[in-house]
């Protein structure tokens, strides 16, 4: 007897096999029970009759609840009308245990139950299809920096620093001293720029933000290649080619999970290089023609990122920021000083802003100056100004955020369901 997985189970037609899993739902008409399966890589059709599995199992068999575990053995036979074009006709189970009430039913419930039920309601087939896409995206992005000689240098976690401003710190104690949890990998991924040429870094990254939007989240999971020896248009040029291949790589593999999301693919097709490239300038025109109060100087909140990521059907790459408006360690424009050599991505159809980088500073004075500007506590950035004291080069890199991107391909309007367990405003449990 072998044990299969639902997903490989069209290469045991006419064997006898067993399947473990949780029952989805099961319909009964007299003499036959049908039992619908799941177990994490599928679902399947058992019936059970009380000919081949015997009195006592067929009597288990009919009490069983929603959610139940199980475990079926069975012959694997095609059925064209069956889910998936299989049936598994029963001749054993085994129920591993009953569930109670499962609180999760074919209804509607309200956002908030099903936060609170997160750990349960990942059993959904649409929280399944979004965690999928999810996982190949991530995979995507290892892929696609591997293939290209980057090489994977992580960054801490706990840091005595701030890198994206110093009012969404989440700060902890760290023994005697004081710690942040990381808002990016960015700094780190500089030395190690320095030392490997060409790096990224992948991992969880925090942020305090006391707002409740659909593209916020405390804790998210950042991915950030950081090249030596490059620039700007460089970067827009990777992502680009980042962005399109993640895009490519979920439409050639994750098409049932699409479906199961009703996502039109046809936006995500047109996602293919070259993107639009706007100036920060001639987006807050755009933006007044549509009739938003933006001025030159301002930065784009929520609605002005939704205006304008509608503009566009693709992703579009605003660059030249303000530097006013910018984090400290972004370079300047030599041609207009007064603008960063910076870019964001938003993503079309009202997405919005999924990636930030840029050039960085790379003079030590220019970068001590900034730091004092700023007033950012120069003892902990030592470290940070040595790399512009020992073979300092131009550089440049990006961050790209996975929820947002996770909530754009799948066509979700929020990024909770975008990770399996969401850290949101005063939102902790479970
Ligand atoms: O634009 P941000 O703040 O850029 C940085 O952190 C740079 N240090 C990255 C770099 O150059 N290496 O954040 C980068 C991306 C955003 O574009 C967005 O996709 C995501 O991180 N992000 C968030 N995602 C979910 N919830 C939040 N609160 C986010 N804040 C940023
Ligand atoms: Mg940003």
Same mark, same amino acid.
């Given at each position: 007897m072998v044990v299969v997985y639902i997903e490989d189970i *069209?290469?045991?037609? =006419?064997q006898q096999v067993t399947v473990r899993g949780w029952l989805r739902h099961r319909r009964s008409s007299g003499k036959i029970h049908f039992l619908v399966v799941r177990d994490g890589t599928g679902e399947l059709q058992a019936v059970v009759s009380k000919g081949s599995v015997g009195e006592e199992q067929f009597a288990q068999s009919a009490v069983l609840t929603q959610e139940s575990s199980l475990m079926l053995t069975g012959t694997v036979r095609q059925e064209a009308r069956a889910l998936g074009g299989y049936e598994l006709d029963v001749t054993g189970l085994q129920v591993v245990q009953i569930a109670?009430?499962?609180?999760?039913?074919p209804k509607e419930h309200g956002v908030g139950f099903l936060m609170e039920h997160r750990h349960l309601w990942l059993r959904s087939s649409r929280q399944h299809a979004i965690l999928r896409i999810r996982h190949e995206i991530i995979r995507a992005c290892r892929n696609f920096f591997d293939e290209r000689g980057f090489v994977l240098v992580d960054a801490p976690?706990?840091?005595?620093?701030?890198?994206? =401003?110093?009012?969404t710190l989440f700060q902890t104690d760290y023994f005697d001293e004081k710690a942040y949890l990381t808002q990016s990998g960015q700094l780190y991924s500089e030395a190690t720029a320095a030392a490997f040429g060409k790096v990224y870094c992948f991992g969880p990254t925090f942020r305090a933000e006391k707002s409740k939007t659909r593209r916020h989240l405390m804790e998210f999971w950042m991915v950030e290649p950081e090249v030596a020896f490059a620039e700007l248009s460089d970067m827009m040029d990777l992502a680009e080619e980042f962005l399109s291949f993640i895009v490519q790589r979920v439409l050639e593999t994750r098409k049932a999970d699409l479906a199961v999301l009703e996502r039109d693919t046809s936006k995500l097709e047109r996602v293919v290089a070259p993107f639009p490239r706007v100036l920060y300038e001639e987006a807050v025109s755009l933006l007044q023609k549509k009739g938003?109060? !933006?001025? !030159?100087g301002d930065d784009f909140g929520g609605d002005e990122e939704t205006l304008l990521s509608n503009e566009f059907d693709r992703p579009a790459i605003v660059h030249r920021y303000?530097?006013?408006?910018? *984090?400290?360690y972004m370079q300047n424009d030599p041609v207009r000083p007064e603008l960063a050599l910076c870019m964001d991505v938003l993503a079309p159809e009202g997405y919005g802003e999924i990636i930030g980088g840029g050039q960085r500073i790379h003079e030590y004075d220019k970068l001590m100056a900034r730091i004092r500007e700023h007033k950012l506590p120069e003892q902990a950035f030592r470290w940070y100004l040595d790399l512009r004291r020992y073979g300092s080069v131009p550089h440049a890199g990006f961050g790209m955020g996975i929820e947002r991107v996770v909530a754009w391909i799948c066509g979700l309007d929020h990024v909770r369901e975008t990770i399996p367990f969401p850290r949101m405003l005063y939102k902790l449990y479970p």
């Open positions: *069209a290469r045991h037609v =006419g109670e009430p499962f609180p999760i039913q976690i706990f840091t005595p620093n701030a890198c994206e =401003g110093t009012t938003n109060p !933006i001025q !030159i303000p530097s006013a408006i910018k *984090a400290f």
